[in-house]
């Protein structure tokens, strides 16, 4: 296991938080490449059992969840009778055991009456060796059923809860979404295998059953050992190793407040390089910079430099954990095993005459004991892992309650009094904003007005903050200082879904779905999302119509198909042990499996298709809309389909505001009623074209610059 090595200046404060102004409550110790920061303070190693206690208590506060949860899937209909069956199946397969040792007790009878009389009642020996055999294929029977209804249950209650995790997961604003704490509390309830809730079910119907085939198998154990001699005795020694065997189990879960942060530059390394080769969106470049000799390299001296140590943080505490098991405990328990032989040879010396019917009952304890303490460390596993279980119940449930920083106002927007039709204004009071775990303003102080339904266009170089005033509108992010004011309102206060349905924006970095390109478009105004005329329509009034009609599939084209086929695993061009040469061509054929997963579509035609989304949305005489974002929508556009779009999107805003972040001067500033200039994160300059240029200042140099650019 990991040493401690020293305190750092790192405090917890409160629950879950690190105050890095205080030193004494959080231990420091190295996993691998990882440094493990683990709250110590809240751990009662004083107190005799606390942690114990502790989870005892932990797990007695996760009770609701539990409840909650049996509530949640004993109301979906559809499990009912796979639940009841799943119940019957698992109790009958827990009383069983006990049913095969009480007729391997009646065998035992028989021997002892053989042994003292020398006769044997064949009939009844016949009906035992029968009722042992019927056990066993019962067994496997039930066994069998109890497999086919976990199946169906388990996807059904999978299915239920994807739905509440997609949910939980869809309604995080973006700074929220954007902390990696949030991000580990949801992959841990959407990444693994199983759902967490059919996982929990199994567990707490395995302990039942645990327990009942604990029980049952112990009375009738205690009956069968009734009269026989040393049989206790032997069946107590017996259990001496499988106790021990328990004592050593180690829990690899770590309970209590900690985070682990790798700082191993070459580890880093190594998984960015592992990320290169493997996605598919650094392909190109890749290719075409012919790096895969480069990254070769580079990759093996990051794995020599990171060395033994690289590795993921969870495997690297279990192989740590599993280095450091060789205790006395465990060197003693694999002796105690032959503790119980060596005392029936020593009984059997002694008496002699006894012996056929104490060898019987060696074998029946045995077995006993083996089933037994498969039982129990079973039992004992299990329920170390239910508290596991119990705080992934509640992390669940939790995620749905994550709170997100953008908080709404309570102002509904537009107001009846306005028609957003007119357009919306928009004010920047003294906002200066910095971006999340940054110390460097984005934005500085900046201050203007737009009145309803103009024309603004900001410009400026790059890094500017053209893109976060934008940001900064849609409550994407809160400013640091000042307010944004929309119609006179300060964001803030009104509502955030009605800000953002009245406002429609096309981001700069914008990114395609991985759904169809008629959905990709369609997501631009969710109300119509399956209106195919309107699709078609946002389509032709983007310029992408033409080239989409051209796609083999056209509007159901996938851009990036989000899933991948499958293939065998001998590698194609191979031969198989006969000589058959492996050609996956022909089942790719028949099976119409497509080549690519990716569009191969132009720069152009991605923004076209971007544009087409927002489009959606101010389609029509739509009064739901009254201002209209763009983050450079020319940037990927040859000139004249830069000049059709501006020309389309002025006839198309009619009188609602519309604000343009650009690089290129000219083409949309001279119609533009406002221009903000700006530099380094301030309003440098605030007018209209001619007045700029009149002023002479940094928009008139650099329009004059691109003027003659194209000269
Ligand atoms: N998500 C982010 N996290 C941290 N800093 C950011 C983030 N996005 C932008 N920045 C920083 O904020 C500043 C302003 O960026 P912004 O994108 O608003 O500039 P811009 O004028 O739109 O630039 P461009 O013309 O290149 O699009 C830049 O210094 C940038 O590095």
Redesign the pocket.
Known sequence: MAKGRRRQPVKVKGKGAFDPDNASTVKLSKVGVWDLYEETQAKPKWIPWGEKLEELYEMKQNLPFLWRMIKDIGSLRSCWFLLFSYAVLSSFLAVLPAVALWYSGQLLHIVEVAVESRQVDKQFLFRVALGRMVCALVRRLAQHLLNRTKLPLDQRIKAHYSAHIFEAYVRLDLPTYEDPLVRRQLEAAWGTRSSVAWDAIQLVTEVFSTTVSLVSQLSVLRNVLRGQRDGLLIACLSFCSPLLSWMRIQRFFMRGVWAATCRSKAYIKLQGLKRLAAETMYRKELVAGNLAKFLVKEYNEALDEAGDNAGDFQEMRRKLMQRDRLTSISLLADPMKEIPLIVFALRAVQYPASIPISLASLNLIQSTVNSFSHSILYFVDQFGSISEQFDSIRKLYEITNIKNTIASGRIPFPDNSRKLQDGISVEFRNVSFK????D?Y?LRDVSFVIEQGQLCVIV??????????L?LIMRLYDPTEGTILMNGIAIKDLNVDDLRSAVSVLF?DYTHFPVTIGENIGMGDPDFAHDSDRIEQAAKLSGALDFIQKRPDGFEEYLDRPVSDYYSTLPEGTKTLFGRPVDLSKVRHVGRLSTTNSSGLSGGQMQRLALSRTFMKSLGESDKIGLLLF??PSASLDPAAEHDLFERLRALRGSKTMIF?S?RYGNLTRHADVILC?CD?VVEEIGNHESLLKKGGTYSEIYSLQAQAFL
């Open positions: 971006y999340p775990g940054t460097v984005a400026g170089v790059n890094g500017s903050g053209k893109s976060t005033v940001k700069q983050d450079e972040s690089h700006m994160s």
